[in-house]
């Protein structure tokens, strides 16, 4: 019951003083509702740049290499992340919900490795489950130039139309398919759909001439791993890729496959949030992988 008298009188109100000038430091969502925005900084901090943790391989590749038990696995690395990618499934079950950390939550279903086609996702997760799991953003595969190439635009349109109306970002993910090419000009076509069909941050390879495709895309872009390259190429990789206007990585094997996962993820930090040279960064690598042992 709010008090009626005896309260101390108001009388600050800094009168003559401007209000302060709000920035926002997540690239091409300045005007973003406030909604959209906490959830963008959740996953990003305020250097802009973020550390996905991705485990979502399960989904499309069954038991993977390193990420066999991701009850076991994930909880001792997630202090070095920002955000946690991954399924419902695996979020439910393997990760305790009392953590702090941003979900980019996997909401398409798409199909298996098996498939020589993949491109025929379809949505999985609905709106409203993304709104339970507290998703920080969505993550929504996309085939740009394959077969299914409509129904990957559909349901990015369906996660796009739901993420306005509810604050929601939307991760495009860049799919590469089996016969897809890795090249400038595919990831410079793809990642520019996505961004202009609506997604909020995009996800795709490192490639040639990667400064020209951050140039061009008006939103933050995060970097794949890829397939598990030795730890000084990708984190030298990682290097090139934010000092060439990446926002940060996505990164899945090259973490969980590494020969020390914990020691790979500090390094990492390093390297996209202190600005430290490859070099230095796989220096401290090599030191906190003995500790770890
Ligand atoms: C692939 O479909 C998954 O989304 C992975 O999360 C993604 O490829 C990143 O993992 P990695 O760094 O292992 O490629």
């Not at 279903?109 to 498939?115: C, I, N, P």
């Not at 990957?152 to 604050?167: A, D, F, P, Q, T």
């Not at 020969?259 to 930090?269: D, H, N, S």
């Amino acid at each position: 019951m709010a008090d009626k008298d005896g309260n101390i009188l108001a009388k600050d109100y800094g009168i003559g003083i401007k209000p302060p000038l709000q920035t926002f430091p997540v690239k091409g969502h300045q005007s973003a509702g406030w909604g959209m925005q906490r959830r963008l900084s959740e996953i990003f901090s305020d250097d802009g740049r973020t550390i996905m943790l991705a485990f979502d391989h399960g989904y499309i590749m069954g038991s993977t290499a390193g990420l066999e038990r991701l009850d076991l696995v994930i909880p001792p690395l997630m202090q070095y992340a920002d955000c946690l990618m991954a399924t419902r499934g695996a979020l439910r079950t393997c990760i305790p919900a009392n953590h702090r950390k941003a979900v980019a939550l996997r909401c398409t279903a798409d199909t298996s490795v098996l498939k020589d086609d993949m491109s025929f996702g379809t949505v999985g997760v609905d709106i409203e489950d993304a709104i339970r799991m507290n998703a920080s953003c969505m993550a929504v595969q996309c085939f740009v130039g394959s077969e299914g190439e409509i129904d990957s635009l559909r349901n990015l349109s369906y996660y796009v139309n739901n993420g306005e109306k509810y604050g929601i970002p939307v991760l495009g993910v860049v799919a590469v398919g089996k016969e897809m090419e890795r090249t400038t000009r595919y990831f410079s076509l793809a990642t520019r759909l996505l961004a202009e069909t609506g997604a909020h941050i995009i996800k795709t390879y490192y490639c040639e001439n990667f400064e020209q495709i951050t140039a061009a895309c008006p939103v933050p872009i995060v970097i794949a791993g890829g397939k598990k390259i030795p730890e000084k190429e990708a984190l030298e990789m990682a290097y090139r890729a934010v000092s060439e206007g990446a926002a940060g990585v996505d990164m899945g094997r090259n973490v969980l496959q590494a020969e020390c996962p914990k020691a790979m993820l500090r390094a990492i930090r390093m390297v996209v949030h202190e600005n430290a040279k490859p070099e230095e960064a796989f220096k401290a690598y090599e030191l906190w992988k003995k500790d770890v042992k």
